[in-house]
């Protein structure tokens, strides 16, 4: 069954309201917390006056850094799969209430606790805060000569052979300079906790991708045993990265339960999203390309700078594929931080990959055009055989069949090369294509599996569904693995009290909790056979008077994996009609090639890949939170002027899964799906935006404006 489009277990549970999200835990004696954000970017706060508000109807408490206790510091950060840190805190040089400092709008610095949310959140606003303000920065360009590799990790710099000398000497070069705006994630569910304290234990509901990081965290910062503490988190509506860190509003709400002995519920309003749990940061990326005349890259320069803060060590790691996308003997990849008055960056659906991939291949199709040659020919010029950053083989690459594939569907050989050659009445049609890439991580994740006396399978596992289908076909994998009917599993998940499992990101849920769930089935099934012959379960069990039989599997990546350099590709190809008179851009159909290993169920997939692309649609003609540089304060902080694409938006998407068999990236040939949709669906857009109008627009999105 391991590959067919079954429907979602938890999908019932969905539609229907049965699925308990994290602020729907209404508990007894349940009160409400409601923050107080600054409203200035850099200075200390001079006074805190919160004598209206304690005297407000229903008030228990109003907590600050004068007179809340004090919290410990955050544990270390040790990085895990995905480049994601698996002992995670957002902002680690900051503890909330720790002082009277300023280091961006909507930082955090009180909390009121009222008997209902209406009277938390006036008494809030009757809190008055005093400052004294200190010089901002807030504009990244004028301080790009203070650019540091700040937070780098994950994509140092990386120099291979003589780039500047060869793109010196090049007879073919593009040099230009590429830009993405601030994007937010916008989860259609809140992030929101409620928190009990039962003496020194503390039982957290939570909206989390990242359960296990929060326990960890929360246990370092109020002094308690790690197993005091249990984070529960079923259900996720939504995160995109955004959920994956330890932001200050779950430490304030546990802190406020803590003081008040109620449970405490602390649901943040969308204008607050905005500022304090994470963004996609601004960046600025110069892309150099030196081609022969053939279209062989001679030398690959990638370098620019993204928008970081003093409170977190986040770097956009946008040059992590040029390392991997195409072979030169001479690259050069680079990315630094600046330091801004503005709130804290974090993780968004493809870091690094999706912007990254935006300048690369929008700078391919302008080589391609230098050349008068074929975007499709130009790629399959400079096609990678094994990774060109290290030599590693590949542990499998389809990306040759994605282009073929994709190309034949798309009907590409009709296309005219010249830009403004094609047209449907007044209206311009353009066809653009990209690359896509993401690479394959897999992190330790442990898993229960038990076999009951009514054959039944149960398989426990603290992994996180945030609507990819974690359940399902993590439940297809064990049946299949026992040889039992999929309804015949159930999947427990979403707990601390469950076996350790990583954080739902990086597109590595599948590889590193599937694989333990293969390994933990298998190793439940021989112990089985152990007992006797026969895939009766239910009888053999009975025949030994057995309630169940159970085995724990910890699983880790293999060695032998790292001989190899595992990653998803895929390719994008998008058609869009431009009015030349209003520079209205509509996206007519897209489609889309992808080669990611094993797929475990056809549905859910297509699903992924539908939602990534859909987002990368919402990148290229619509996604910008506004910044204005004077306050250090965005201004598109709601759902009605921070654009996302509606249905009317989306037209055609045609999705292919092209078979790949992988046998070296895990144990269950799976590479991950959940981020390599967005990637290069940008570039593709502008590219065909460039094909329809002739004008090249390097800053993202794409609006009429830029067009006219």
């Not at 407000?56 to 004068?66: E, I, K, N, T």
């Not at 996604?623 to 004077?630: F, P, Q, S, V, W």
Request: contains cysteine.
């Amino acid at each position: 069954m391991i590959g067919e489009p079954r429907d979602r277990v938890d999908g019932r549970a969905k539609v229907t309201g049965g699925a308990r999200y994290a602020a729907e835990n209404n508990l007894p004696g349940l009160v409400h917390a409601v923050v107080v954000a600054t409203t200035i970017p850099s200075g200390t706060i001079k006074s805190i006056d919160t004598a209206a508000a304690k005297k407000a109807p229903g008030v228990l408490a109003v907590l600050s850094h004068l007179n809340a206790p004090k919290l410990n510091p955050p544990p270390a950060q040790p990085q895990g799969g995905g480049g994601q840190p698996s002992g995670n805190f957002a902002e680690p040089h900051y503890i909330p209430f720790s002082d009277g400092s300023v280091h961006y709008v909507g930082q955090q610095i009180a909390v009121v606790v009222a008997d209902t949310l209406e009277r938390a959140t006036h008494a809030a606003e009757l809190v008055k805060v005093t400052y004294d303000a200190a010089p901002a920065r807030t504009d990244m360009n004028a301080l790009r000569n203070e650019a540091t590799d700040k937070g780098s990790a994950q994509a140092p710099p990386f120099t291979k052979g003589d780039p500047l000398g060869a793109f010196a000497t090049a007879p073919v070069k593009i040099d230009a300079v590429y830009r993405t705006p601030y994007e937010h994630h916008n989860p259609l569910e809140a992030h929101s906790i409620v928190v009990t304290w039962d003496g020194d234990r503390v039982t957290l509901y939570d909206s989390s991708q990242n359960i296990f990081a929060v326990r960890q965290t929360l246990a370092q910062a109020f002094g308690v045993p790690r197993d005091n503490v249990e984070v529960k988190s079923p259900f996720v509506g939504g995160a995109f990265g955004s959920k994956g860190s330890t932001w200050p509003h779950v430490l304030l709400g546990a802190l406020a339960a803590r003081v008040v002995k109620r449970p405490v519920k602390l649901w943040l309003p969308r204008k607050q999203l905005f500022f304090t749990n994470g963004h996609r940061p601004e960046t600025e990326q110069r892309v150099a390309l030196g081609a022969t005349r053939d279209g062989k890259l001679v030398a690959l320069i990638h370098e620019g700078i993204s928008q970081g803060n003093k409170v977190s060590d986040y770097n956009e790691r946008f040059t992590r594929p040029t390392r991997t996308i195409y072979a030169s003997p001479n690259i050069r990849a680079l990315n630094k931080v600046v330091e801004l008055n503005v709130s804290s960056p974090t993780y968004m659906r493809a870091p690094g990959e999706n912007p990254g991939m935006f300048a690369i291949e929008s700078a391919m199709d302008e080589l391609a055009y230098a050349l008068k040659m074929d975007p499709i020919e130009l790629r399959l010029a400079n096609y990678a055989d094994a990774d060109p950053s290290d030599g590693k083989p590949w542990s499998s690459k389809s990306l040759k069949e994605c282009y073929a594939r994709g190309a034949e569907r798309f009907g590409w050989a009709q296309r005219t090369p010249e830009p403004r050659s094609m047209r449907d009445g007044r209206l311009l049609i353009g066809q653009g294509m990209a690359s896509a890439t993401y690479p394959s991580h897999r992190s330790p994740a442990s898993v229960r599996a038990r076999m009951n006396a009514d054959g039944t399978a149960v398989i426990a596992t603290g992994t996180h569904e945030m609507g990819m289908g974690t359940a399902t076909v993590l439940g297809q994998l064990a049946a299949e693995t026992l040889g039992i009917p999929a309804e015949r599993v159930r999947v427990e998940y979403g707990d601390t009290r469950l076996p350790t499992a990583p954080i739902s990101a990086g597109s590595m849920t599948v590889s590193s909790v599937g694989s333990a769930v293969f390994q933990a089935a298998t190793a439940l099934k021989q112990k089985l056979a152990e007992l006797g012959p026969g895939s009766d379960y239910a009888a053999l069990l009975h025949a030994h008077y057995l309630p169940n039989v159970e085995v724990q599997i910890d699983a880790k990546p293999d060695p032998e994996e790292q001989k190899y350099s595992s990653h998803a590709f895929g390719a994008q190809f998008a058609e869009v009609s431009v009015d030349p008179d209003l520079g209205l851009v509509r996206v007519r159909r897209i489609v889309s090639a992808f080669a990611g290993g094993r797929i475990l169920n056809a549905k859910t997939a297509r699903s992924q890949y539908l939602g990534g692309i859909v987002q990368g649609l919402g990148m290229a003609l619509l996604e910008a939170t506004h910044y204005d540089k004077r306050f250090g304060s965005y201004t598109s902080i709601n759902l009605g002027e921070y654009l996302v694409p509606v249905n009317a938006d989306v037209r055609a998407i045609d999705v292919i899964l092209v078979d790949e068999e992988d046998p070296h990236v895990n144990p269950i040939g799976a590479k991950g799906i959940g981020e390599i949709g967005i990637v290069g669906v940008a570039p593709a857009i502008a590219n065909a935006v460039y094909h329809a109008t002739g004008k090249r627009v390097r800053d993202l999105p794409i609006t009429c404006d830029k067009l006219l």
